[in-house]
């Protein structure tokens, strides 16, 4: 799986305290459409982007409707859980969960399997 970024502008075009942060982590999932997450921050996750199919383009989710109950760049784990506040330029609810190659976003009533990569 060819590892891409999704969103090269996002330093130029974030606010002063982004400059000190740098990609953590992506998740993309297998086969087509693509669904795609990225984890930004240093030392610890300040902000996630989103290329989702159905959104119309890229995106960032929202301080305080998502819930990060484990992120390991080390292990390569995570459980997300995003609630979507209501807001149709936003993704609908969903869970990533799992470590390495073996990751679950559940989304729209499917289970898509996926990769979270670190330290890329």
Known sequence: ??????????LVA????????????????????E??????????????????????GAGS????????????EQTRSIH????TPGDSTLPPSFTLKGSGKDVRLSIGGKALAGEFNCGL
Do not use: K, N, W
């Open 14 to 33: 974030a606010t002063p305290s982004a400059f000190a942060s740098h990609m953590m982590c992506t998740f993309h999932s297998a086969g087509d459409p």
């Open 35 to 56: 669904y795609a997450l990225e984890f930004l921050g240093y030392e610890r996750v300040q902000q996630i982007l989103f290329d989702l199919p159905g959104q119309g």
């Open 80 to 83: 997300l859980l995003y609630t």
């Open 61 to 72: 989710l929202r301080g305080g409707a998502y819930e990060l109950l484990q992120f390991d």
């Open 1 to 10: 799986m060819q590892i891409r970024r999704m969103f090269p502008f996002v």
